[in-house]
């Protein structure tokens, strides 16, 4: 961002170009979610004044430092920093570094982080991130799920690991149950564990592209 001011010695330029981009990001989102619904309330045709059925910025759930997506809610700290990093085009090293620190993630660790973000927000990054025990009909579900993927003989035989994981052939992939119901395939990288593709309803299904070596990195 090229201003005719030179910024303070406490102000990071790139930081700061960084924090105008994504602000414009969101206030495009916003904008064009007020004009849909405007939109969707006169017929296609602009009201003489505002709508009383568009839903303000301020009271938006993407409002405020979350940021978010629509559908997302209001984001903590650690996310609406790795939402910043997955956002920019071409983020200033310097700056992601200082998102990593400020959030108790190490480069590697910011790196898995961002990709998992762009594969599926903050659903993703919770499971990469975070263990978690189904509830008894969920786990039920679970496994009957895990089970049918290797009946054919066809599919992966998944081991147990606890906390919604599951280990696949060789101990090189796994597949993670998230808390909305859907399964993300996971490998190994360098001895940690990298996001690896897309959702899927199905733990086989979702592992298939990964066993086939057509992964998403």
Known sequence: MDTETDPGAAVDPAALEMLAADAARRARRMLAEVLTAADSTTGGHSPAGPSP??????GSSTAGRSGAAPGEGVLTVGQDAVRLAAAAE???????????????????????????????????????????????????????????????????VLRPLGGGRWSGP?????????????????????G???PAGP??????????PLLEGDDTR
């Open 170 to 190: 060789g101990d090189e992939v796994q597949v993670r149950l998230g808390r909305d119901g859907r399964w993300w395939p996971y490998r190994r990288e360098e």
């Open 192 to 194: 940690r564990w990298a």
């Open 90 to 156: 071409a983020p200033a090293p310097g700056v992601v570094a200082r998102l990593a620190a400020g959030t108790g993630r190490d480069a590697v660790g910011m790196d898995l982080a961002v990709r998992a973000w762009r594969l599926g927000g903050a659903a993703a990054l919770a499971v990469l991130e975070e263990e978690w025990t189904p509830e008894p009909a969920v786990a039920a579900r679970a496994e009957a799920l895990v089970a049918a993927a290797g009946e054919d003989g066809e599919g992966p």
């Open 53 to 58: 059925a568009a839903p303000s910025p301020a």
């Open 199 to 208: 959702a899927g309803h199905d733990p086989g299904a979702a592992l298939a």
